[in-house]
């Protein structure tokens, strides 16, 4: 999940910074690590971690766990595809058999949007 210095220099990006360390470079974002921590319970599609990064999205282990437990429970039940809201005003789409999440959206850009091809909802 690491980006190279040349990757980065290449896509004219810097390092994007997520959670308590925010506005400081580093080699490596503590969502990373914490994705890294968390990768055998959940794991985020490149595009979700696109877009976590881009918004700004600051998730925490903890949250990360919370998201875990969730896809637990809603597995137990048959779910296949899920819309999570979190309590920190981030709505995610998780495809549950896969324990993907698919993409992710702060409150700015979740208003007035319809989100398709679910079939439950967990508010943790």
Do not use: P, W
């Not at 999940?1 to 470079?25: E, W």
């Not at 979700?48 to 766990?65: C, F, N, P, Y």
């Amino acid at each position: 999940m690491k980006c190279s210095a040349a990757t980065q220099a290449a896509a004219g990006q810097g390092t994007a910074i997520i959670g308590d360390r925010q506005g400081k470079s580093s080699g490596e974002s503590s969502f990373h690590r914490i994705l890294t921590e968390q990768e055998d319970r959940i794991r985020f599609s490149s595009h979700a971690e696109a877009r976590i990064e881009k918004r700004g999205v600051k998730l925490t282990s903890d949250d990360i766990q919370k998201l875990g437990d969730a896809v637990d429970r809603m597995q137990e039940k048959g779910v296949k595809e899920a819309l999570v809201y979190m309590n920190n005003n981030v709505a995610m789409v998780v495809s549950v058999q896969n324990r993907t999440v698919i993409t992710a959206v702060d409150e700015a850009s979740a208003k007035e949007n319809i989100f398709t091809n679910i079939d439950s909802a967990a508010i943790i």
